[in-house]
């Protein structure tokens, strides 16, 4: 993972955090003396977050680190694509056939 793609991810990881606790940008902007529009800048990955605001947001958002971090589920369609190609062709053939099986189920 690149640079742009960690704030890129980051960000998304934030504004999820953020609207679970039901907060503004404004409100959480607040809460961690930044402005508004530098932490819509963090949000749309066009900036990168401190040290110092992470902890902030990790501390205001009631999150562990760990929790902060796990942004994985946000990658691109593509990325996904990839690593569930890498997945599937790690397989035996009986587990291919359980998968294929398992991602027919999700046709409509």
Avoid: C, W
Wanted: aromatic residues 8%.
């Amino acid at each position: 993972m690149n640079n742009t793609e960690l704030k890129r991810y980051l960000g998304k990881r934030i504004k999820e955090l953020r609207n679970n606790k039901n907060l503004t940008q404004d409100a959480l902007a607040e809460k961690i003396s930044m402005k508004t529009s530098n932490l819509s800048n963090i949000e749309t990955g066009k900036s990168a977050p401190s040290l110092v605001t992470i902890i902030q947001l990790i501390n205001v958002l009631e999150v562990s680190p760990n929790e902060f971090f796990s942004f994985y589920h946000h990658k691109e369609p593509e990325d996904l694509k990839n690593e569930i190609d890498k997945i599937f062709d790690n397989q035996t053939q009986e587990n291919q056939r359980l998968l294929y099986k398992i991602v027919k189920s999700f046709e409509n």
